[in-house]
């Protein structure tokens, strides 16, 4: 019920953008997004129909600073356990990875939830440290744990971070010229989508919040295109079966009671303001950067990009991942240079994963 | 990341229910949705972010069809 994948259907909403006649180059945030384009050639059929799509600086885990990473390995390397995500553990900085950091004896876990980080604390003395990427979709579960008692030795090191700062810092950079964007459905289904309207004044934008089928893609380009053939520039969304205009009340409930919005520089970005989440100071008690403050002041200075290594320009949407000389001679899957290489979001990973060959 | 996939409340138990993602079931925290068995939610990390409207779902299809059709685009 919930594939939308239907042929017909995708040749109709197809023609359509098509007879409005109108080219246009659209953004979407979102590695989830990028997956389904690529993974179901859209990228072909809707360049057909006169639409060009680029991927902005929606993969958490690429837009984290190798500064983050750096003080995750340097935490591991001082007896601290690190749990995260499995995208994570990869990314390769000047110091290394989490996984090399594992491979000379450090304790790095990779979790599946921020729950079972919770569990293995209480199961040891040692300090564990959970190390919390994602944007607004992710950020809530981060915080349900704080509600309740939580193991002495259990920390928090925040790297999430917010979605509608840094498409503000991509529109005033103005080095990439979008004539709309697909909103990322699972940021909006937390967040509701009236938060992303300003920009459709100030920027003259319009915008649609869209789902993860091939079909909720397609729709979206064709509400867009809809919406520059009408000279309209408005936040819509294709995506009613899962957003509500003013999303998850609780889920953002849960986020206003663990964090706070502080400024933060993105990978490819300089700082963002008020871009990222870091726990209030009333969980200071869990707040890794406070608890581990001694550790981390130690964190060796690292270079932000491996050299030749492109993803800040792809994050920032002005180039393709397989225009980046290393794309798939020196950098691949398996040796990855950068972190849009190495998370399943990263659109390197994934023009590698679905290159023809 | 924000990789959510939907799948059907099996049973609640407190903070806590159980998923069939297509014969697969896993746990999930559903803190922060209404929670009600026999119902779709979409899971990410572990967490429920939103409950899915199976008729809202049903429908969109269908609507986007008669649309489609009533905009003259006849390519089918
Ligand atoms: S292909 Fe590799 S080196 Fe090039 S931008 Fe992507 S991750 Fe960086």
Redesign the interface.
């Known amino acids: 019920m919930f594939k939308y994948r239907d042929e017909g259907t995708a040749k109709r909403i197809l023609a359509a953008i098509e007879d409005m006649g109108i080219e246009s180059k659209f953004m979407h945030v979102c590695g989830t997004h990028q997956d389904t384009i690529v993974r179901f050639g859209l990228e072909e059929m809707l360049g057909d129909a006169g639409i060009t799509i680029q991927q902005g600086p929606g993969c958490p885990v690429c837009v984290t600073t190798s500064k983050e990473i750096a003080d995750a390995i340097t935490l591991a390397d001082n007896g601290v356990t690190i749990t995260a995500f499995g995208d994570m553990m990869r990314v390769p900085t000047s110091i290394g990875s989490l996984f090399d950091a594992k491979s000379r004896g450090a304790d790095v876990r990779i979790v599946y939830s921020v729950e079972d980080a919770v569990k293995m604390a209480a199961e040891q003395s040692k300090p564990l440290v959970f190390v919390a990427v994602g944007f607004e979709t992710t950020a809530p579960s981060t915080a349900v744990p704080l509600r309740k008692e939580l193991p002495a030795n259990f920390s928090i090191y925040s790297c999430h971070r917010v979605c509608p700062p840094v498409l503000k810092t991509v529109f005033d950079m103005g080095e990439t010229k979008v004539n709309g964007l697909i909103m990322p459905g699972h940021v909006a289904v937390i967040t509701g989508y009236e938060c992303f309207r300003p920009f459709s004044v100030m920027y003259d934008m319009p915008q649609v919040v869209a789902g993860f089928e091939p079909l909720d893609i397609l729709m979206s380009c064709y509400m867009l295109t809809k919406q520059r053939f009408e000279e309209r520039a408005e936040v819509e969304n294709e995506y009613t079966r899962l957003v509500k205009p003013d999303g998850n009340p609780v889920a953002r409930q849960l986020m206003d009671e663990a964090f706070e919005l502080v400024d933060r520089a993105w990978r490819g970005f300089p700082t963002i303001p008020k871009s990222a989440l870091a726990l209030k100071e009333e969980h200071a008690a869990h707040d890794a950067c406070r608890v581990h403050a001694d550790i981390l002041a130690t964190t060796p200075d690292v270079e932000e990009e491996a050299k030749g290594c492109r993803c800040g320009e792809v994050l920032r949407g002005i180039m393709k991942s397989e225009d980046c000389p290393l794309f798939g001679t020196a950098c691949r899957p398996a040796d990855p240079k950068g972190p849009c290489m190495v998370s399943d979001e990263g659109s390197c990973n994934i023009a590698y994963k679905f290159r023809k060959v | 990341?924000?990789?959510?996939v939907?799948g059907k409340i099996l049973r609640i138990e407190g903070d806590t229910a159980e998923i069939d993602f297509g014969g697969v079931i896993r746990k999930a925290?559903v803190?922060?949705?209404e929670a009600e068995v026999g119902k779709?939610a979409?899971i990410?990390?572990?967490?429920a972010?939103?409950i899915?409207?199976?008729e809202?779902?049903?429908e969109?299809?269908k609507l986007?069809?008669e649309f489609?059709?009533s905009?003259?685009?006849t390519?089918?």
């Open positions: 990341m924000c990789l959510a939907p925290n803190t922060m949705v779709w979409v990410h990390a572990g967490f972010i939103e899915m409207d199976e809202e779902a049903r969109t299809l986007w069809n489609l059709s905009e003259g685009t390519f089918n």
